[in-house]
């Protein structure tokens, strides 16, 4: 397949699909702030670890607090 043609971004990226409330409920009990909790926990480590760049840390957290429905 060659770029541009329907199916490629997918195969390259994946898939999204919002989780339910139900979905959300039982990963995160603790609701938003357990979330937001994981999100920074996760991304200091990746930061720590050289995955991401400490410059982009605030960005990503902040990207991953608006993802949180509602």
């Not at 329907?6 to 009990?29: H, I, K, Q």
């Not at 991304?43 to 400490?54: I, N, P, Q, S």
Request: glycine residues 14%.
């Amino acid at each position: 397949m060659f770029l541009g043609q329907p199916g490629v971004l997918e195969e390259l990226m994946g898939t999204s699909r919002r989780f339910t409330s139900d979905e959300l409920a039982l990963r995160w009990p603790g609701g938003r702030e357990q979330y937001l909790d994981e999100l920074g926990r996760a991304t200091e480590d990746a930061v720590a670890r050289g995955f991401l760049l400490a410059a982009d840390a605030d960005e990503i957290a902040g990207v991953g607090a608006c993802a949180w429905p509602g």
